[in-house]
């Protein structure tokens, strides 16, 4: 069976893709680091709703974390893949850089683009082994594209996830896997609770925030056998924020 793990699942655009993914007939692995109720919550919605889900709390930066709670899932499920990996976990700790800590530096490039890494090449084997395509979709953002001011982190961190994404695409693309990466605005969620919301929705030509569901179903479609021949590509939604 071909299973999806979307990391960071519990919360904001990864709980609507959990939704989405198993709306979609796939069983999900809701990846949370730890806010176990939240997890709990939304793999209670899918069993509400028909499908299969299961929590699988670990830090995505911690690489022993990362390999030892996949290996017991492998060693349980010899016969069964991640064919989906969503690399949706991520936190902003924004500052100007003259008083940004090494802490708001580590912590958000470590949970990006270390979280990128180590999720990811601990599922490509099997995901190239079994031949029957597999998709993974990174979650960047807008502020990985142009860079916004007060987030150096979080911009070299998205921006790093665009070029691993182009990168790993041309390795397993002959292998049927594709690598694209989406690229939110401002969407609402926890995340950007805090924002003068006001303020920035004036800046977007839509005038209004994404919703987590919009997002979903751009990462839904990028899933699907529809877009198999996609790959590579950095997806922009953002209501027209360029
Ligand atoms: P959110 O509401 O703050 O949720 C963050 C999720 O990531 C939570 O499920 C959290 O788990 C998980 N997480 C954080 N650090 C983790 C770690 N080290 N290991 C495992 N899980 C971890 O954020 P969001 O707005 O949904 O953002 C999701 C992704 O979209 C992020 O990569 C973010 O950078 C990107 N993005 C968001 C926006 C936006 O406007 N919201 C725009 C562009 C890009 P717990 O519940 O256990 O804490």
Redesign the pocket.
């Known amino acids: 069976m071909k299973y999806a793990l979307v ?9 609507a893709i959990c939704i989405r993914l198993s709306q979609m007939g796939v069983p999900v692995l809701i ?6 109720k ?2 709990g919550e939304v793999r209670d919605i899918i069993s509400a709703g028909g499908g299969q889900a299961q929590l699988m709390q ?5 690489r022993q974390q990362v390999c030892d709670v996949l290996d017991e899932w492998e060693k349980q499920h010899p016969d069964d893949y991640i064919a989906y990996l969503v690399n ?5 700790r924004d500052n100007v850089m003259f008083m940004m800590t090494d802490e708001d530096w580590h912590s958000v490039t ?3 683009i270390d ?1 990128f890494f180590y999720v990811t090449r601990r599922l490509l084997p099997r995901m190239m082994m079994r031949r029957h395509g597999g998709r993974i979709v990174n ?5 990985g594209i142009k860079g916004m001011p007060g987030q150096t982190n ?1 911009s070299a961190a ?1 921006a790093a996830v665009i070029g691993a994404t182009k990168a790993l695409a041309q390795e397993v693309a002959p292998r049927g896997v594709t690598v694209n990466a989406v ?10 609770k805090d924002l003068p919301q006001d303020q920035l929705r004036e800046l977007v030509p839509m005038k209004r ?2 919703r ?1 569901e919009e ?1 979903a179903a751009l990462v839904g479609f990028l899933c699907s056998e529809e877009a198999a021949y996609i790959t590579g590509e950095v997806i922009s939604i953002n209501g027209g924020l360029l």
Not at 183 to 192: R, W
């Open positions: 990391t960071g699942g519990s919360r904001g655009l990864g709980r990846n949370y680091q730890s806010n176990e939240a997890a670990f830090d995505v930066s911690d949706n976990a991520g936190i902003r470590d949970t990006a979280g979650m960047s953002s807008l502020s979080y998205k690229a939110p605005g401002f969407i609402e969620t926890d995340m950007t925030f994404g987590p997002v």
